[in-house]
């Protein structure tokens, strides 16, 4: 079986003058962050998150022009940090099928730990291209591309059958998951990780009896 490939986030190259907004939104995004984490997400306002951050507001909307967004970003840099920080941990499984359970629950508490900020998170996620702010506007395709990454390598080794092609499979997947966070956020029982295992199971594995899917 061939051995998996470290799974992480692109990281283009940039210049000077790119490196220095992404500086400017990684300051705002913690400075949001810190500020949600002490009052509330609710009770925090934009013209506040620019006054802490020391920037005039007019800035601060040219980089996040909704709150949600200040959310996205710091979730998408926790993202690239947490596959870093997993990347040995996950080739240290023998196969697809145990690589993506044991990143599922890790995903599944990383998602425990910040529930409350989760539906801002998601209502943003959902928003149109065009509605997102320019420093996350691909917040919504970090995980879809660590997935379409995992899915093309269990393709390339046998493990998953090659048609639907990597990306359909990573976007069709994307949705369960956050169908599982839906139905977990309304209701906490059965907890994430089960949720997450059981999305990965109907995707792995199907709905039909294996008997009667030879029989059709």
């Known amino acids: 079986m061939q051995k998996a490939a470290a799974v992480t986030l692109p990281v283009p190259r940039t210049s000077r003058r790119q490196r220095k907004q992404d500086q400017t939104a990684d300051h705002l995004s913690a400075t949001a962050y810190r500020l949600f984490e002490i009052q509330g997400y609710d009770a925090v306002s934009m013209e506040q998150v620019a006054e802490v951050a020391d920037v ?37 499984h023998q196969t697809f099928a145990s690589r993506m359970r044991y990143l599922l629950r890790e995903s599944a508490a990383w998602h425990s730990e910040r529930r409350a900020y989760l539906p801002h998170y998601i209502r943003y996620l959902t928003r149109r291209p065009d509605e997102r702010s320019p420093a996350s506007v691909d917040a919504s395709s970090d995980g879809r591309q660590i997935l379409a990454a995992m899915f093309r390598a269990a393709q390339q080794s046998g493990e998953v059958k090659p048609d639907p092609g990597a990306e359909q499979l990573a ?7 956050f169908a599982a966070i839906h139905a977990w956020l309304a209701e906490p029982e059965p907890d994430l990780p089960q949720r997450f295992l059981s999305a990965f199971e109907l995707v792995m594995y199907g709905v039909a009896n294996a008997r009667d899917a030879a029989a059709s």
């Open 171 to 177: 976007m069709n997947f994307e949705y369960l998951l």
């Open 56 to 92: 005039a507001k007019a800035t601060l909307y040219k980089y996040f022009p909704v709150k949600e967004a200040l959310i996205a970003h710091r979730f998408r840099l926790d993202i690239a940090a947490g596959m870093a920080a997993r990347a040995q941990a996950l080739l240290a």
